[in-house]
C-alpha cells in the first residue's frame, strides 16, 4: 500500500479529483495548506500599503491505494495538476505498513 500526497494549487482541485475518479480511487482528504518555495511569494496591497506575501495557498491531497494503482494515480495527478507555470506543487509518494478501517475493523487493502 502507498500514501500518496501532492500540493497542488488550489484551482486544480477538481480536475485532480475527475482524474482519479475513473481509476478506482474511492476516497481522499484534501486540506488547505501554505507553502513556501521557489515561487517566492507574491506582492499584494492592501488599504494603500504593499506587502509581500511569502506563504501561497496550496491544497495538499492525500489517497492510499494499493500498490499495483500507485503509478497510475501519480500519473493522473501530475497530468490533471500541470499549468506549466512555476508552483505547480510536488507529488510524493509513501509505503503504508499498515491500514484500518475504524467502524468495521478491516485492515490493510480491505479497508482502503
Request: aromatic residues 6%.
Amino acid at each position: 500500500m502507498k500514501l500518496i500526497m501532492a500540493i497542488i494549487k488550489p484551482f486544480k482541485l477538481d480536475e485532480v479529483r475527475e482524474a482519479l475518479t475513473p481509476l478506482g480511487v474511492q476516497g481522499l482528504t484534501v486540506s488547505e495548506v501554505k507553502g513556501f518555495g521557489r515561487q517566492k511569494g507574491q506582492t499584494e496591497i492592501y488599504r494603500g500599503a504593499e506587502y509581500v506575501v511569502n506563504f501561497l495557498p496550496k491544497v495538499k491531497i492525500e489517497v492510499a491505494v494499493n500498490d499495483d494503482l500507485a503509478d497510475r494515480v501519480v500519473e493522473a495527478i501530475q497530468t490533471a495538476a500541470r499549468t506549466g507555470k512555476i508552483g505547480d506543487g510536488k507529488i510524493f509518494v509513501t509505503d503504508i505498513q499498515q491500514a484500518f478501517r475504524i467502524r468495521t475493523g478491516e485492515s490493510n487493502a480491505e479497508a482502503l
